[in-house]
């Protein structure tokens, strides 16, 4: 994803990476692999399980990251007659994991790719996940393959899945694809990418779904060590954003009507959440006119005012609770009565990003098996229901490996600056004790909890100095106060 690199002090690479191994020590976060596993990845990767259906013709390209090996998706995108056509190639995983075998229980061991600034701790052998399974330029693999028919405004006609071999032409990335829409020399294909992604905006909005643009705050090897910066999406992430949803929506609604599958749910937030926001808003300045729906109010933000900045901070509260929904009505297990996800406001399924994430492989056999008319595979039905409780066990470990992440590199940065002041937007005030809050620095990219003054509270999306108190590695803790 693209980002804004931000300077700061270089960190202490050694140490933070002694750190980091012993982070993983204490989560229990093995980075190597069994011999067994390892061995097995060879073997598959070796002897591919190629299907019949050639797709080689379709002009496929990847749109990831730079630095991305792993690459778990290629789409091909054209008109059609009243409307367009999207092929979306999704890695075939099932192709090289036995069910059962050495690869297969260590990936439901790990559940799911975890990220840490010196190395990734990949869901499946590098063998596989950057080499015989991904999606690489040029190279002929076993894929899941979806047709996806829109109409002129984007809303889906018809969709299909199947197994098919596929050759990617192009391995683009974000800035790449954006800087070439921006200076009007984008393709056909690319061109095409802004057209229904826009279109595709326009029916998220319709559905009264909506996409939160909230910078995220990430690591990242810089010169030897390390940086903190904010991660901004561009038009062009968003875009390619909505062809993946496109195809979960599809996934999902093949699943419902099968009566076997698994969802990502998300709840609606309660009203209580809504009234506290209007309270936030009014503190704010943010205008929200009576009768504006919320999604409508998002969608008119300006996120250059750091006062709509803060206010998205606290609209990520609205998504707390998402999680997964597993059912199969053979087995006297229903849908989950509200099957929807509230931020898309449409039902919605993990089935795009297979390298990384142990759910979409068993989603992918299960819209094959139904698009098919052929039974669902064994193995994924025995392992259907205990899905939700392991894949949210992996989302808690997600969290808790980026935040610890995220905390021990912040206390680096600033380690030996205590006593300095620097610049900040209260993003966040805590209700019952309105001195305590949260500040987002601009330089460096740190997020951290701040204390008023005394007998004072803290300015909810202001900006104001504050004073660095604490920062300590051992720890990982940052701590401001009011200057």
């Known amino acids: 994803m693209p980002r804004r690199h931000l300077s700061v002090r270089t960190a202490d690479t050694a140490r933070i990476n002694t750190e980091l191994d012993e982070l993983r020590t204490r989560l229990e976060i093995r980075s190597d692999w069994p011999a067994e596993a390892l061995a097995e990845a060879d073997r598959a990767a070796a002897v591919p399980r190629l299907p019949d259906l050639d797709a080689t013709d379709l002009d496929l390209f990847t749109l990831d990251p730079p630095d991305s090996r792993d690459l778990d998706q290629a789409m091909h995108l054209a008109r059609r007659d009243g409307g367009y056509r999207v092929h979306y190639a999704i890695a075939d995983v099932a192709a090289f994991v036995a069910p059962d075998g050495a690869v297969d229980t260590e990936a439901r061991r790990r559940i799911q790719t975890l990220y840490f ?31 996806i028919d829109l109409d002129a405004d984007g809303a889906v006609l018809l969709a299909d899945v199947r197994r098919a071999q596929v050759r990617s032409r192009r391995r683009l990335d974000y800035a790449g694809v954006q800087d070439a829409l921006d200076t009007g020399r984008a393709d056909e294909q690319l061109t095409l990418l802004a057209e229904i992604g826009r279109l595709r905006e326009q029916q998220e909005a ?42 979960g929506m599809a996934a999902a609604d093949l699943m419902l009507d099968a009566g076997i599958g698994v969802l990502r749910t998300l709840p609606a937030a309660p009203e209580a959440a809504y009234d506290r926001l209007r309270r936030v808003a009014r503190a704010l300045g943010v205008d929200w006119p009576a009768g504006v729906p919320y999604p409508q109010l998002i969608r008119g933000l300006d996120t250059a005012d750091t006062r709509n900045t803060a206010f998205l901070n606290e609209c990520t509260g609205l998504l707390r609770g998402a999680g997964y929904a597993a059912f199969d009505t053979a087995r006297q297990v229903p849908p ?14 993990h089935c795009t990003a297979p390298l990384r994430r142990l759910v979409d492989r068993y989603a992918q056999e299960i819209c094959l098996a139904v698009a098919g008319g052929v039974d669902v595979p064994a193995w994924v039905r025995d392992g259907l229901l205990d899905l939700p409780p392991l894949m949210e066990r992996g989302d808690r470990r997600a969290h808790e490996v980026e935040r610890a992440c995220v905390d021990l590199v912040e206390a680096e940065l600033l380690r030996g600056r205590e006593g300095e002041d620097f610049d900040a937007v209260v993003i966040d005030v805590d209700e019952k004790r309105p001195a305590l809050g949260t500040v987002q620095l601009a330089e460096p990219a740190v997020v951290a909890r701040c204390e008023g003054r005394a007998g004072g509270g803290l300015p909810l999306g202001e900006r104001i100095r504050v004073r660095l108190t604490t920062a300590d590695p051992a720890t990982r803790t940052v701590r401001f106060a009011a200057a």
Do not use: C, M
């Open 336 to 349: 989950p009565a509200d099957p929807g996800h509230a931020a898309l406001a449409a039902p919605y399924a």
């Open 206 to 247: 319709a559905r009264g779904g909506v996409s939160l643009p909230v910078p995220e705050q990430e690591v990242e090897p810089a010169d030897g060590g390390y940086r903190l910066a904010y991660r901004a999406g561009r038009p062009a992430d968003g875009w390619n954003a909505q062809i993946s949803l496109l195809t």
């Open 117 to 147: 600034p010196d190395l990734r701790v990949p869901l499946h052998p590098a063998r596989l996940s950057e080499g015989a399974a991904s999606l690489l330029p040029g190279e002929l693999r076993p894929a899941v393959l979806w047709q």
